[in-house]
T-cell receptor, first 108, second 116 residues
Framework: DAKTTQPNSMESNEEEPVHLPCNHS???????IHWYRQLPSQGPEYVIH???SNVNNRMASLAIAEDRKSSTLILHRATLRDAAVYYC?????????FGKGTRLHILP | EPEVTQTPSHQVTQMGQEVILRCVPI?????FYWYRQILGQKVEFLVS????????KSEIFDDQFSVERPDGSNFTLKIRSTKLEDSAMYFC??????????????FGPGTRLTVT
C-alpha cells in the first residue's frame, strides 16, 4: 500500500484556518486521497476525498498538488470540536490502511 | 442521518471464551468491514465482506475470527477463543452500493473488548 507522511502533531488557535499537510510521493494514478479523522473515544469519521482536482465539502477543503505527490486538508475555521487525529490515506481497494495521522490540538 | 450502530459498547470476557460483537450497518450499504484499535495504537483493518462472503482479510484475521451476516440487518464478528491480546476497540464500518475506492466508509462507535 502506498505510504503517506504526516506531521505527528499540530496546534492551531480556535476560529483560525488550519492547513494539515500530507506527502504521498509514491502515489499511483488510480489512488484516491482520502482524509478521515478520529475524535477522542470515537470511531473514525470520513472527512473528504479527491483524485486530482481540489474538493470542497461542508467539513473541509482538499487541495491536491498538480503532481499529486502531496495534499493539504484545510479546515477553514477551526473549533474546539475539530481537535482529533487526522488521517491522510491512499486507497487502491476497499480496505483502509490507517497510519498514525496528525494529532490536531485546538487552542481556545 | 443514518448511522452504523454497534452492541455492546463494552464487553468483558475471560480468556478462552467466545465473544460475538454485533453491528447494524447503514441499511442500503452492501460492503461491510471490521477494524480494531488496540489502546494507543493505529486502527487496523481486519476483514471486508460483500455478497455474503469475505472479500479480503488481514493477517490478524486468523482462524479464531469469523464474520457473518445472519439476517438482512446485522453483521457480526465472532472470536472463538479470546486471548489477552484481543483486548481492543472493535469498529464496524459499511459503505455504499459500489465501493470503487472513492466511496467513504461509515464507522460505528465501536465495542470495547476487554479480555481478562
Amino acid at each position: 500500500d502506498a505510504k503517506t507522511t504526516q506531521p505527528n502533531s499540530m496546534e492551531s488557535n480556535e476560529e483560525e484556518p488550519v492547513h494539515l499537510p500530507c506527502n504521498h510521493s509514491t502515489i499511483s494514478g488510480t489512488d484516491y486521497i482520502h482524509w478521515y479523522r478520529q475524535l477522542p473515544s470515537q470511531g473514525p469519521e470520513y472527512v473528504i476525498h479527491g483524485l486530482t482536482s481540489n474538493v470542497n465539502n461542508r467539513m473541509a477543503s482538499l487541495a491536491i498538488a498538480e503532481d499529486r505527490k502531496s495534499s493539504t486538508l484545510i479546515l477553514h475555521r477551526a473549533t474546539l470540536r475539530d481537535a482529533a487525529v487526522y488521517y491522510c490515506i491512499l486507497t487502491r481497494d476497499d480496505k483502509i490502511i490507517f497510519g498514525k495521522g496528525t494529532r490536531l490540538h485546538i487552542l481556545p | 442521518e443514518p448511522e452504523v450502530t454497534q452492541t455492546p459498547s463494552h464487553q468483558v470476557t475471560q480468556m478462552g471464551q467466545e465473544v460475538i460483537l454485533r453491528c447494524v450497518p447503514i441499511s442500503n450499504h452492501l460492503y461491510f468491514y471490521w477494524y480494531r484499535q488496540i489502546l494507543g495504537q493505529k486502527v487496523e483493518f481486519l476483514v471486508s465482506f460483500y455478497n455474503n462472503e469475505i472479500s479480503e482479510k488481514s493477517e490478524i484475521f486468523d482462524d479464531q475470527f469469523s464474520v457473518e451476516r445472519p439476517d438482512g440487518s446485522n453483521f457480526t464478528l465472532k472470536i472463538r477463543s479470546t486471548k489477552l491480546e484481543d483486548s481492543a476497540m472493535y469498529f464496524c464500518a459499511s459503505s455504499d452500493l459500489v465501493f470503487t475506492n472513492s466511496y467513504e466508509q461509515y464507522f460505528g462507535p465501536g465495542t470495547r473488548l476487554t479480555v481478562t
